[in-house]
């Protein structure tokens, strides 16, 4: 079993619809966790911690789990600047990040 | 407020040679870490470093060397390339002590081995 998991995908939504990813981790230890996200050919930029009471930032939400050992994050609204592959991160202690293999997001007009 | 730099952008070599690639952490970290990119699939942990020394390692041969500089500055050396070390190579900075410990990207640099 892989690390951390994510939806398959790609998704592809509309203008306007709200989408939510999932994400699965094995490792019960792991302290610190983001959703990075990244776009064709670019480096992964930080799009949100995840906190363990959950958190907002705009149209972006994020969930944690613990228990579960599950990660999700929700769009609302979504904008065609919003396509982008979505990366969900688990570290311990800033020791190494390890990756999802990430979830395609396109959004059409 | 420089943000994290990577030399050179892109790089083609050939199989059994060997490269060296550099990274800039982001003004005031003190820790880099290096990923693995293929194609289609997440970054891969390479190594990290921090106070000039390996602190932790992933799933990587020898052939994967680093070093980091009193500036916080650092290398990645890959000898004898093999095709599938082709990949785009990230540098990671964040600052040790502080959680949730972000850590920021540099643009990469896209290595093909022929």
């Known amino acids: 079993r892989k690390e951390v998991e994510q939806d398959p995908g790609p998704f592809n939504v509309p203008e306007g619809a709200t989408v939510a990813f999932n994400c699965t981790y094995s490792n019960s230890a792991s302290q610190s966790f983001f959703w990075y996200r990244q776009d064709c050919r670019k480096e992964p930029k930080l799009l949100m911690s995840?906190?363990?009471s959950g958190n907002e930032d705009g149209r972006f939400t994020a969930q944690l789990n613990r228990a579960s050992q599950y990660i999700s994050l929700l769009i609302r609204d979504s904008k065609l600047s919003d396509s982008a592959t979505y990366l969900c991160?688990?570290?311990?202690?800033?020791?190494?990040?390890?990756f999802g293999p990430g979830t395609r997001l396109s959004v059409l007009p | 407020d420089a943000g994290v730099t990577q030399s050179p952008t892109h790089l083609i070599k050939t199989r059994g040679q060997q490269v060296t690639l550099r990274c800039s952490p982001k003004s005031g970290h003190d820790t880099v870490s290096w990923y693995q990119q293929a194609l289609g699939q997440g970054p891969q942990f390479i190594f990290q470093y921090y106070e000039e020394e390996e602190r932790q390692r992933g799933n990587f041969p020898d052939r994967f060397s680093g070093h980091q500089f009193p500036n916080y500055s650092s290398e990645l050396n890959v000898n004898a390339l093999l095709l599938g070390d082709s990949a785009l190579y990230l540098c990671?900075?964040?600052?040790?002590?502080?959680?949730?410990?972000?850590?920021?990207f540099g643009p990469g640099t896209r290595l093909t081995v022929t």
């Open positions: 995840v906190y363990s």
């Open positions: 991160v688990v570290d311990n202690y800033g020791q190494n990040f390890v």
């Open positions: 990671a900075s964040s600052l040790k002590g502080q959680g949730p410990y972000e850590q920021y």
